[in-house]
Structure formats: C-alpha cells, structure tokens
C-alpha cells in the first residue's frame, strides 16, 4: 500500500503549491495530481456544486486510481466536500483549513487575524467559526479577491494589474491591525511578492501548504504508509481540460515552483 | 408560435448586452435568458466541452421551453457548437461573429482591423478567416484578453485594475495601424469606458449586439413569427449557478444595462 501515489487535487494550478511542499518533505511519494480546470474557478460556485464535483474526484483518485491518501489542497472544496468523502472512505482526507488556522494561531501575537480568500471561502465563516472555537479572544478578519485566482491560472503574478487589484482587495484590512494573514486559496502564494508588498512586512503571511505536507508525513508514518525511497517518486500531473491550462502559467509556474517539469495530460473523468 | 419567446444564452452575463439591443429592437417579444454561470469562463475550455454545454443550453432552450428562435450571444459558444444546433434545429439560430465581422468590414477605411476577445476565440481563427473571405485585402489582428470576463462577471468595469489589464492586452495593437476593433467578447461592452480611453478616440470599436438585434427583427418577420405587441414582453434571467452571480455585478450592471431589474432564478438544467 505504500507505493500506492498520494492523489492531490484542486480546481486548477493552485494546488501545485501544496504539492511543492509535499514534495520537499516526501520526495520519494509518488503523487497523482488532478486539477479540474473545467470546472474552475470554484471560489464562486455554490457549496452544492462544488460538493458534487469534489466527490467525484475523490472517487476518481481513490477508487479507480487506488490513492492511499487524499489531499484536498483548494480551500472551498475541502468547505465543501471534505467531511462528505472521509464519512465514505477511510483512508487518510486532508484539507487545508486546519493546518492554516493551527499555524495562524501560533504566530499572532495580538489576536487579530485576516484571512483573504475567493468570495465562497471568505463569505463560508469557516475560519471565523474555527478560529473562534480554538480562542475565544481572536478577532477574525476576512476578505473575498475574486480576481487572483484568474491572474494566476494566466501565469500573471507580478505586475501593475495584480499590484492595483491587490491594493484594491487587500486595502480593507487596513484599520484592522491584522499581524497575521491566511492565504486561504492555494493560488494566492503564487502571488505572495506583490500582497506582501501592499500589506508591508510586518504582517505574516501564512500558507497552509507546508503544515500540510508535515501532517501528512506524521499521519502516513503513523499508518505505516510511508514510501521509505531514496529515488524521487513519480509524479502525473492531470487536468479535466487541457486547452484551460495555459502556456503562460506553465512557463511561469514551472520556474516559481521549481518541481522540474509540468507535463500536464488531459484525463475526461466527468 | 410569434407569441413563444426568444431563447438567448452566455456563458454568464455577458449576453445582456445583446439582450440590451434586443429589447431596444423588438421591445414586445418574450424573452428567456439563460448564463451558464456554472460553467463560466467558456472562453479558455476546450472547443468539444463547449460545444457539449452549448447543445445542452440549446435542448433547454429549443425542446423544453419551445423558443421560436435562439441567439447564441456567446462568440466561442457560437464558433464550437452553433453548426451542430442549426442541423439539429430548423428554427433561426444566431451567432455573434457574423454579424460583427459585417459591421466592421463596413467601417474600416484602411482594411486593418483588431479582434479583442477571450483566449479560446482569438486562437480560433474564426474571425481571421471570415474576413478574408469575405476581402482578400484585409488584414486581421487577433488579440486574446482573459481576465476581462472575470472583472465584468465580478461587477468591475472601471478603476485602476482593469485600466492595467486593457493596457497589458491592448498595447500589441500599437503599431499595427487597425482603425476598427471588434469587441469578440458579449462581456467587453461593459469595459468599452476602458477600452476607448486606451486605444484612443480614432479607433471605432463594434459592438455585434446591434446588428444582431436588427438581423433577427428581419428574419422572424420575414418567417411571420414578429410579436406585434403594444405591451413590453415577458422577461425571464435564469441562470445554472446562483451564487456565482455576483452581487456587484447585479448593481452595477443593472444601471449599466437600463433593462430595469434583473432578477434572477436558478435553473438545475445539468
């Protein structure tokens, strides 16, 4: 069961942050990356249709590709979707809410937390509801930017157009004296100079993408599903539609990521 | 049949500025609108998912609601599946492309004329070809602009991001001496502020929704199906995913619009 591939999956491009850090801590993993870039964007469908969409790929991955675990890297589809899959299988689910609010928490020092995701993941109160649970005396701040993750999956992720969206976006956690923000999409790290730079440097910036990839370490060791290899894994990169995953991500997403090559292929599961 | 409504269908909200012409034209018809939210942006998708949504809105449509006529407002829906529909259907079937590319080989003075669309209709080739079978002295500039719908959808038509895009996108037309532009896109209308301020005010842009507008009066009153009513007709805005309707874009574009109130219901047609 060990050999068996990690399944990884996202709307798009996003998840390959996740991904990135998964293969820094589990290099000989091998891992099934599945983006679903025609269905994408998520972040402003209904939780009904995401919901739909995320358990067919979890059935996909885990059914007839045989995954061993499941890493539901983009945000709304773990809101969505993640407690409907883990009451149906009982291999390890991760998502990244959890690992972001822990990290979160860890490294405030006021209390005072911004999240900024896609409008489903911001207006869902997710964070808000789990922040509150964990502390009582944090105050959460979150905000929708609809417009990043169509910057990224364009390979678009410096520039003046990001530069004005995110002043645009970001702009309303100002008065809030935030010292901690939640990348709550997994595309947002792809933009990580250009928001760092307009909520300046005292502000960390968390991504969940790195806790994740040690949860799941711990819990694969735990299950005694650890690949103990010294030879890097393999790794399949899939898209639901080809002609939605852009040249110009590619060329820049291969040299932000630094995995080597993307060698997408189209794989119709719908 | 003349009282059955017009069935008219985008990829989100784009279409209403066709509608806009429509109801300016032929105020008395009844109209059932339909934006395949769920499945926006259909600019980047591949041609065969397209085509599959198009013949699925067009059953709806056509079948099930019994329209006397369909206008495919969508210009990448109409390059992949309006052929399909017209030998399914002997009812009229339209599409945007035809009628702009008419409108702009009337107006060009020098035969060089701009294309501005989404990635999926500018790679096509559509516009290119027509042209220049229609003149053979012509000269087509095709330009793709991807994150323009997302920006309209999101109810942003103005302000500093979207002046950033239009001058990233719009610049390669520099040099290239057009002085038409078509807007390949039914969503680029409502960015057209935009769009004229940074081609500058010697470039006439062309909207297809007019023409459209006035292609279909002619055709179903020379078919006997006109409306010749005194009343405003009935006007249905349905759509596949609610929530993917963003508020901002009913504010915003209801004033744009002028049509009155947009209300929405959504349509599980999938």
Known sequence: MSDQPLGIFDS??????????????????????????LHRPYGSKSLKNIRYYTEYIARYLLEERGCKALIIACNIASIAGQ???ENKYSRPIMGPVEAGVREAMKMTRNNRVGVVATSGTAESGVYQKLMSSMNGQVQVFAKGAPCFVSFVENGVFTGKAVQAAAEKYLGSFKGTEIDTLILGCTHFPYLQEVIQKVVGPDINLIFPGLTMALDLKATLSQKGLLRESTKAGDREFLVSDLKSLFPGFIKYGEKFLGMGSLFFKEESIY
Do not use: A
């Open 12 to 37: 798009g491009v996003g998840g390959l942050t996740v991904t990135r850090e998964i293969v820094k801590v589990l290099p000989g993993e091998n891992i099934i990356y599945f983006g679903d870039t």
């Open 83 to 85: 407690k409907t899959v």
